[in-house]
């Protein structure tokens, strides 16, 4: 699993790069119209080619560097029979192929900076100007049995003829590729110095036959997203993974706490059954019929709320349909004390709810029946007050 998740950090290997001798290639820094289009600065590059080389077009290698904006951009070519055939044919395995100075371009320096690379038996050369674009690129060739000394002093008379009078950056080796986070850019590093290449200016940097490149551009891009895929598919499979290790988890959880219940569940049994005569005990002391409680209520104690005029013919207390609610049945001769007892009745403090509709009146008598609902607290017998030490 370690293994994995460190390749998975890793991320893809670097892009593979094909760094050419610098002492192949000629360089020329073209002038470039303002507000031109990449297509219109390819065209002046290879016209600009065309007009420097005793060779045609189509015996030269040849790419070129520019930035949107730049007034100038850096072409530079190799005649074709300056490689072998088996030095070009390990370029089909190539993303990119470049002269080595090229690994410099996709950095900014401050305006005069000169960038110093080394090679194996040469020494380059990149002069910046005040521009995005370097303004002039110069290598010399170096004695196999050059020393440190001799290689000191020709970079310094490689500095006197770029004319450079500002920053010196030089590296020790060429910069190397980086790993392709990213398919927008190549980049390259050496120690603290870092360059990115932009992919519009990949393609154009490359000395490739243009039409081999763009199906080696639709290569990489299927590279890229098969690698996404595969990124992807592995980090589903471990989250799968992590999830069944959860759900196992929570098994071996679920089943601890089943036998935890099963241990406890007489005890549980025994304390709800306790609890349960309890709460029985406890309804047959105080949740049952009063239904004299309640007449009392309704007429007083010396029938003083009852008018005399409303005589009661029955009296009904139904558990079923409610322990304090109490159904009376009456007559009058005088259907107006109906309203006026229902009135009364509706001011107690007792009484939750009352209504006294008359259902049916023949001749001087009124029939009615009444539905008194009760607060359960009312009914409840006053604890008595405790009788005075004497």
């Known amino acids: 699993m370690a293994s994995i998740l460190s390749f998975l950090r890793a991320g893809p290997p670097p892009p593979r790069v094909a760094l050419l001798p610098d002492s192949a290639f000629f360089t020329r820094s073209l002038p470039v119209p303002e507000g031109a289009q990449p297509a219109e600065v390819a065209a002046a590059v290879e016209l600009g080619l065309e007009a420097a080389s005793p060779f045609p077009l189509a015996q030269l290698y040849h790419g070129w560097y520019w930035r949107p904006g730049s007034p100038n951009a850096l072409a530079f070519a190799a005649y074709r029979r300056r490689f072998s055939a088996d030095e070009v044919a390990t370029w089909a395995d190539a993303e990119l192929v470049l002269p080595a100075f090229a690994a410099t371009l996709g950095q900014t320096p401050d305006a005069g900076s000169t960038v110093i690379l080394p090679g194996e038996d040469e020494l380059t050369g990149v002069l910046w100007g005040a521009g995005p674009v370097p303004e002039r690129v110069l290598t010399r060739t170096l004695p196999p049995e050059a020393d440190e000394n001799a290689r000191a002093a020709a970079q310094a008379a490689l500095l006197r003829e ?229």
């Not at 450079?164 to 603290?192: K, Y």
């Not at 109906?338 to 403090?349: C, F, G, N």
């Not at 049916?360 to 009124?366: I, Y």
């Open 162 to 390: 770029l004319g450079a009078n500002g920053p010196v950056i030089a590296l020790a080796a060429a910069p190397a590729p980086l790993p392709a986070t990213r398919d927008r850019e190549v980049a390259f590093r050496h120690g603290d110095f870092a360059s990115r290449l932009d992919a519009s200016a990949t393609v154009a940097v490359d000395v490739r036959d243009k039409a081999d490149l763009a199906a080696l551009r639709r290569g990489r891009r299927r590279d890229v997203v098969l690698w996404r895929t595969f990124t992807g598919l592995a980090a589903a499979l471990v989250l799968m993974g992590l999830g069944e290790l959860a759900l196992a988890g929570g098994g071996a959880w679920q089943r601890a706490r089943a036998q935890q219940l099963a241990a406890q569940k007489p005890l549980v049994d025994k304390i709800s059954g306790v609890h349960e005569l309890t709460r029985k005990i406890e309804e047959l002391a105080t949740k049952r019929l009063m239904p004299l409680e309640m007449m009392t209520q309704l007429t007083g104690v010396d029938l003083e709320r009852k008018p005399p005029e409303i005589q009661f013919t029955r009296i009904q207390a139904d558990q079923s349909k409610g322990l304090y609610t109490l159904f009376v049945e009456g007559k009058t001769t005088n259907p107006a004390k109906v309203s006026e007892y229902e009135a009364a009745l509706r001011q107690l403090p007792s009484i939750a709810k009352v209504e006294a509709p008359i259902s049916q009146v023949k001749g001087d008598q009124a029939q009615f029946t009444l539905t008194a609902v009760f607060k359960p607290e009312a009914l409840l017998p006053k604890e008595q007050p405790a009788p005075a030490a004497k």
